[in-house]
């Protein structure tokens, strides 16, 4: 069974928050013991675990990946979104997350993130589940 998420970014670099969209379709889908694998078909976008609960810790980490990789800087490629390449590649492009008893096996304070590194632009996410 595979899905696709429609995500639409309003920032250039911004990270949005799909756990509640990827539990649904692993209720939909009915599979209680298995694996949920994110991947994002992007070659400037990302995808990522991490906490939830404050605010703050995204906002670090796109701060700490823009001082890591500037906007600006001496880049070849042609198109002028270099840094959001680099990000991408930085971060990963899928997750893989078990399911057990038809649920995610996410610590408490772990979301998915949807990274966008060029937005902002419509995105997709697709979710395969065994
Ligand atoms: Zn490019």
């Not at 899905?3 to 928050?17: G, P, Q, R």
């Not at 038809?102 to 772990?110: A, D, E, I, P, S």
Request: with cysteine.
């Amino acid at each position: 069974m595979s899905n696709t998420l429609n995500v639409k970014s309003k920032s250039k670099t911004e990270f949005i928050d799909i756990t509640e969209e990827i539990r649904s379709l692993v209720k939909e889908a009915g599979v209680k013991q298995g694996i949920c694998h994110v991947y994002v078909p992007h070659t400037t976008a990302g995808v990522t675990i991490n906490e939830g609960a404050d605010p703050s810790v995204k906002r670090d980490i796109i701060t700490a990946l823009n001082r890591l990789v500037p906007f600006e800087g001496d880049y070849q490629h042609q198109e002028g979104n270099s840094a959001a390449h680099i990000k991408s590649t930085l971060v990963g492009t899928s997750q893989i997350v078990l399911i057990d008893e038809g649920k995610l096996l996410l610590g408490t304070w772990q979301s998915i993130y949807f990274c966008e590194f060029d937005g902002p632009r419509h995105r997709r996410v697709l979710v395969k589940i065994v």
